[in-house]
């Protein structure tokens, strides 16, 4: 049954890509050693926290995060896809896996996440596809993820390895120059927070997690 349950999220998440492929940068669901990546500085944590968790599609990193959050902590879940947040909703009430720990507060947000007010976070958890936004808006969400940051709180983001060689190789003009203006805001946001940084070979494609900290 799990399995099948499985095969039935990943299909879900395939359909989703092809139809919405800003808003999903993989063709497949993120590995959970990816998702374990993603959350390793909450893993550290001392003391009740709160979590944002952005893209949470169907759970990939979600999974992940919840065996580190114990009573007193929240985990607010941010999925501008109307049908992957259906499916993460009800994996939290069906799936072992989904289990919440007593005392953690769960919300859901089914929005933009440019429309994110207050509160602000103690880690941010990212898994948009930042390649695939023009660069008004990676500077745009970069610029709030940073104010949603409490001061010592950390920010995880990922980029898919590999790709984008692969995606400035064969791309137009315009690709290409689209590409050298997102790198140079990352590289500018990642000069002033950057902390850490790791590979994840077994995910496909391979990915690059990267740690930010608001000082």
């Not at 919300?107 to 990212?126: E, K, M, S």
Request: aromatic fraction near 14%.
């Amino acid at each position: 049954m799990n399995t099948l349950k499985t095969i039935s999220h990943r299909n879900l998440f395939v359909r989703n890509f092809f139809t919405n492929f800003t808003e999903i940068g993989a063709i497949l669901p993120s590995s959970r050693y990816l998702g374990q990546a993603g959350a390793a500085y909450l893993a550290r944590k001392q003391g009740p926290v709160a979590v944002l968790e952005v893209g949470a599609g169907t759970g990939s990193f979600t999974r992940e995060i919840l065996p580190h959050l114990t009573g007193g902590d929240s985990l607010s879940m941010v999925e501008i896809n109307t049908g992957l947040i259906a499916a993460l909703k009800h994996r939290f009430k069906h799936d072992p896996a989904f289990q919440t720990p007593s005392g953690v507060t769960l919300n859901f947000i089914n929005a933009d996440v440019r429309t994110l007010g207050p509160p602000t976070y103690d880690y941010i958890i990212f898994s948009l596809p930042l390649t695939n936004f023009p660069p008004r808006l990676v500077k745009e969400i970069l610029s709030l993820m940073i104010d949603r940051l409490k001061p010592g709180g950390v920010f995880s983001y990922v980029k898919y390895a590999f790709i984008w060689r692969f995606k400035y190789q064969f791309g137009d003009w315009s690709v290409k120059n689209e590409m050298v203006a997102n790198q140079i805001i990352i590289e500018d946001f990642a000069a002033r927070y950057q902390i850490d940084q790791r590979l994840v070979w077994p995910n496909v494609p391979p990915t690059w997690v990267y740690y930010w900290q608001r000082v």
